[in-house]
């Protein structure tokens, strides 16, 4: 991030956001572990709180706790990370009413901004600037029932579908939808195995001999740091 980029985000937003707060858990600097953008340098904005209990959630840490601060505060902290690219994340980040200010407040600041979203809430509030990264529930989550599907109309080509699986009654189900909505079309789509349960070299041979017009994802935090928060 420039140096002008960087101080334009210490610079106070307008006053009508200046009374909002939002509860984050961390913000950090790392790697993109996922999406298309796996293996840049990104600050992970991590807001507190999530109405889902999926199976495989790796972050139930965030579900809790946290710490109240004003979106100039977190403004500020971003700033001094100095990388371009911001992914705020959870728990699941549209919970908390202000996290839709703070999205279009990173984008005015020139940060290249993805949201990572379960789907169970509304997405059609995000502002277009923003890359809405959109986790369909697949059944082995257990929260299939709260998939929001008007979510997947609203897609764009800078947007991003992610299906976690947890085995091949997973992987049937999210080929299924993959074909019956032409997903791909919409956006690139992502099958993620789901770590520990799901061997990715397994769901790599099942795409190929089917063929499928998806990219295989592999959380690579995780091979780098493990489960350490933070990372």
């Known amino acids: ?17 200046r009374a909002l707060r939002v509860r984050v858990t961390e913000i950090f600097l790392s790697l993109q572990g996922e999406t298309s953008r ?30 109240s601060l004003s979106i100039d505060a977190v403004l500020l902290r971003v700033g001094e990370l100095a990388v371009p690219r911001v992914t705020v994340t959870g728990g699941e ?34 502002d277009p600037r923003v890359s809405r990264i959109v986790d369909v529930k697949t059944p082995g989550s257990g929260e299939v029932a709260r998939n929001l599907w008007p979510n997947l109309d609203l897609l764009r080509r800078h947007d991003e579908l992610k299906f976690v699986l ?53 959380q690579i935090h995780k091979l780098l740091w493990g489960e350490q928060p933070g990372h």
Do not use: N
Request: contains cysteine; glycine residues 6%.
């Open 38 to 67: 796996v293996g840049l340098p990104t600050v992970f904005v991590r807001l507190t709180g999530c109405p889902l209990r999926c199976g495989y959630c790796d972050t139930a840490y965030a579900f809790h706790g946290g710490d």
């Open 93 to 126: 980040p549209l919970a908390q009413k202000a996290c839709l200010p703070l999205l279009e407040l990173l984008c005015d600041r020139g940060c290249d901004v993805s949201l990572e979203t379960s789907g169970a809430i509304d997405i059609a509030p995000v």
């Open 166 to 218: 947890c085995d091949r009654a997973d992987y049937e189900w999210a080929r299924a939808l993959l074909t019956e909505r032409a997903l791909d079309a919409r956006c690139p789509v992502l099958f993620s195995p789901s770590h520990g349960q799901l061997e990715p070299r397994l769901l790599a041979e099942w795409i190929l001999e089917d063929r499928l017009p998806v990219r295989l994802q592999i």
């Open 1 to 17: 991030m420039s140096v002008s980029a960087t101080a334009a985000l210490a610079v106070a937003p307008d006053a009508s956001w």
